[in-house]
């Protein structure tokens, strides 16, 4: 499940343009909407929209990976804001200090390695940066890793789109079946 939201993303791509591709992988990669918005799946899809000629794939990866450095350098910025009042806080249900103190230890050994792989996870691109700010992770690292990941992230999915736009011909008039057909569609017989 890469979103919760019912979307169209095909036509949400066209009618919001580059614009639209920028707020939403923003806002996927560094705000709490990330949870909900399709981050990997819009990239995916513009990336086959790109093959069909309608948007420029180099524009499209320039944007997305800008956005996506964007969005968890704002993410990062929210976690260390906050970090520090964490602390301060008694301990309740969803927090407690020690499991701050265990984040920082974690993001001293394995930090980078977590900031370019969250990219890839839908929940955790979105939490990642903020925890990160949070346990106080050296700021260049972070941007290192960010910067990296933000980059092989969306030219990655982007390309893979475009590549699978232009290898399988008129993709874009594939149903998806019902789920009832679905099920029903191939009788497989096990031997």
Known sequence: MDSLLPIDLATLIQDVGYLGIFLIVFADSGVLLGLVLPGD????????????GHLNLWLLMLVAALDAILGDSAGYAFGKR???????????WFFTKRHLDRARHFYVRHGGKTIFLARFLHFVRTLAPMIAGAADMHYGTFLFYNI???????????ALGY????????????????QSTRRNALPVKLI
Not at 164 to 172: F, K, Q
């Open 41 to 52: 799946s819009l990239l995916f899809t513009a990336g086959l929209l790109a093959s069909q």
């Open 82 to 92: 906050m970090g520090p009042k964490l602390f301060v806080r008694e301990d309740s």
């Open 148 to 158: 990296f990941g933000g980059l092989f992230w969306a030219i990655s999915v982007s």
């Open 163 to 178: 590549w699978l736009g232009n290898t399988i011909p008129d993709i874009d008039h594939y149903k998806q079946l019902p």
